[in-house]
């Protein structure tokens, strides 16, 4: 269930619009002061702030300054009576996500909280790196639970050739193809050397030993 804190000090309007976000099932926890709004981001973790900027002790504007220093993620919608451009401007200074004015329909802010959840959903989605085993093609980097591994590059090209045909056992000649093309002169006992260095910067054996053959991608590590 998504988490709201809202913050407004008519009680009228608070009343009103928390039940109308409630039944949209929103978690929603109201306050009517600038303080309790900081108190309760200290306590606890929230998707969504709707913040009037009238409010009594600490303004909406200053709530919205500690949330872009403690959680820049989080989405946060102005909502106020409040209509010049300067602190509109400085709202969106303070990367607010939308400014609604007041009055405003209920159900025409439920669709506006609708739209920036779902944007910012989408964007933390984008950002995750996968769990486990990752591999960034662009910048010859792996990555294990999002923690890069130290690999060379004969290492991490060696990985990926392993990655991309898992079901396929390779020998150290082909390998040695895919690795260094035709441009390597040596003891293809080279392979070996790598696959030990791989098996000791990963924390699970990701490359098996194909007895007779050479070396396959281990699924089940």
Known sequence: MVKVLFLEDEPTILEVLTEYM???QYDVTSVRDGEAAIRLLKEQTFDLAVLDIMVPSRSGLEVLQHIRNSRP???VIMLTA??????????FNLYADDYVIKPVSPLILLKRMETILRRTKSSEKKSEKPSGLYLNEDSYQAFYDNIPLQ????????????IK?????????????????????????IIDA??????????????KTIIGVGYQFNEEA
């Open 165 to 189: 045909e898992p079901t396929r056992a390779f020998t150290r000649e082909q390998l040695i193809l895919r690795i260094f093309n035709e441009d390597y002169i040596g003891n293809d006992r």
């Open 22 to 24: 409630k039944l949209q």
């Open 151 to 162: 690999l060379t590059l004969s290492e991490f090209l060696l990985l990926q050739t392993l």
């Open 194 to 207: 790598h696959v030990k260095n791989i098996r000791k910067k990963l924390p699970r054996n990701f490359i």
């Open 73 to 75: 993620d989080m989405a």
């Open 82 to 91: 409040i209509n010049d451009e300067p602190t509109q401007v400085k709202a």
